[in-house]
């Protein structure tokens, strides 16, 4: 069963403001081990960019922002042009990301998707990683309402909602083999708890509105995914 009442470092206020910097900087790491984002681009991601105009990616709760990072680097050694906005509610997440180096077409800021929404905003594509496992109930409703708007722009259409899929082995082995690799930061602490707040496959499909799908990846890693009406 979930443990939501289970609440991560990063996300109080008031956490050591070093430690949690140190946290956004071993993301990129630690997503590198066990995300999978490499594979969802090119299975998924990249099949729908076009060439023959700039394409549009959203990620929500964007944390240190290496994910779009990532996307932005292999979108541009495949010869497309993305145009990445990346948004984050934590005005810490969002300036530790913007005072890296700067990558071109990637814009980071302070944001929730409804504010999007409200903004009359669109994208081809939208994503997060590892955001589902923080949001209740209503959040998370309140999240795939926003994501089926903010992606029915022209275009491709498709939503990627990417998290952990928690189960007794994903605990044990991230407590074996990827937690003791990463300190002076909250990932160890936090990653073990967001393996505990997270959904089975089949908690998540048991959630999902009708239009959403939710596919598996291994190790351990769920897909909640939404195509827009009409689009292939």
């Known amino acids: 069963m979930r443990e939501v009442q289970l609440a991560e470092r990063m996300d109080d206020p008031q956490c050591d403001l070093q430690e949690l910097n140190q946290t956004y900087a071993q993301f990129g790491a630690v997503n590198g081990l066990v995300a999978g984002w490499r594979q969802v681009y090119r299975q998924f991601l990249r099949p729908r960019l ?28 495949d010869g497309f042009t993305v145009r990445i906005t990346a948004i984050d509610a934590d005005a810490r997440a969002v300036a530790f990301a913007g005072a890296q180096p700067p990558v071109s077409g990637l814009h980071f800021r302070q944001a929730m998707s409804g504010d999007l929404v409200q903004e009359g905003q669109r994208f081809d594509l939208v994503i997060s990683n590892h955001l589902l496992h923080h949001l209740t109930a209503p959040e998370l409703d309140a999240l795939l309402a926003d994501s089926e708007v903010l992606c029915s722009g022209l275009g491709s259409g498709l939503v990627v909602h990417s998290d952990i899929q928690r189960s007794p082995l994903a605990y044990l082995g991230f407590r074996a083999g990827i937690a003791p690799l990463f300190r002076g930061s909250f990932i160890g602490e936090d990653g073990l708890l967001s393996i505990r707040r997270s959904f089975t496959a089949a908690e998540l499909r048991g959630l999902a509105p009708t239009a959403w799908t939710v596919r598996t990846l291994i190790p351990f890693r769920n897909l909640l995914m939404y195509e827009a009406p009409g689009r292939g």
């Open 50 to 77: 076009l060439a023959s105009r700039p394409n549009t990616l959203l990620d929500i709760g964007c944390g240190g922002g290496d994910v779009p990072r990532a996307l932005a680097r292999w979108a541009a050694r």
